[in-house]
């Protein structure tokens, strides 16, 4: 079985410029999120999406985070402008729709310097 | 909110030593707990997970205790091997939500 797929897997910009990040999860798995690794945290949820409708955006920095999941399937994390403290590791991963119980699969993750 | 605390890192042991990470954590309700572990330029596994109280979960080696009294699922492993060496992630999910809310994850070098 084919794991959660990131692209790219690292990524240079400057600030105020864009950039995008895709994830393609697990076959049959309906819920994807989206998260973001600062150095030396644990892993901090940005977006929740279930199909193609979002669950939970709470800690999404709305006004320059922006994501999407055409279809239910792929989805892409955009952030523009770029700030020096985006520089972090972003984790894709999706599961199954079952609550509580269930285990989320993650890609190898994005990561971005913003210099 | 809900939130995971772990024991500081980095933690350094020689090849078989007895292995603690300490994890509790803050929740309403009855929420699961999982450990999570990120060996070197991969990315992140489930390495254990317990769904209610008193339930163990266990997989290579490794064991946790879902203490609803104390707030706690602490890691352990009897003898620990070089191929341990990996980050540790301790992490909830509130009871009837999916997401995942972790603590900041344990270091954990192993010498030979």
């Known amino acids: 079985e084919a794991g959660v797929a990131q692209s790219p897997r690292y990524k240079i910009i400057e600030k105020r410029q864009s950039v995008a990040f895709w994830c393609n999860p697990i076959?049959?798995?309906?819920?994807l999120y989206w998260y973001q690794q600062i150095l030396g945290q644990g892993p901090k949820l940005l977006i929740q999406?279930?199909?193609?409708?979002?669950?939970?955006d709470s800690q999404l920095p709305k006004d320059r985070f922006s994501a999407e999941r055409l279809k239910g399937v792929d989805s892409t994390l955009k952030i523009q402008p770029a700030k020096l403290e985006d520089s972090a590791v972003y984790l894709c991963?999706?599961?199954?729709?079952?609550?509580?119980?269930?285990?989320?699969?993650f890609g190898q993750g994005t990561r971005l310097t913003v210099v | 909110g809900d939130s995971v605390t772990q024991m500081e890192g980095p933690v350094t042991l020689s090849e078989e030593a007895f292995l603690t990470i300490n994890c509790t954590y803050t929740?309403?309700?009855?929420?699961?707990l999982f450990w999570y572990v990120q060996y070197p330029g991969e990315g992140l596994q489930l390495l254990l997970k317990?769904?209610?109280?008193?339930d163990k979960g266990s997989n290579k080696g490794f064991e946790a205790t879902y203490r609803k009294e104390t707030t706690s699922f602490h890691l352990e492993k009897g003898s620990v091997q070089v191929s341990d060496s990996a980050v540790y992630f301790c992490?909830?999910?509130?009871?009837?939500?999916?997401?995942?809310?972790f603590g900041q994850g344990t270091r954990l070098t192993i010498n030979p």
């Open positions: 991963a999706s599961s199954l729709v079952q609550l509580g119980n269930t285990e989320a699969f």
């Open positions: 076959s049959g798995h309906a819920t």
């Open positions: 999406f279930q199909n193609n409708g979002v669950v939970d």
């Open positions: 929740a309403t309700g009855y929420p699961s």
């Open positions: 317990a769904t209610k109280a008193d």
């Open positions: 992490a909830l999910s509130a009871q009837g939500a999916q997401k995942l809310v």
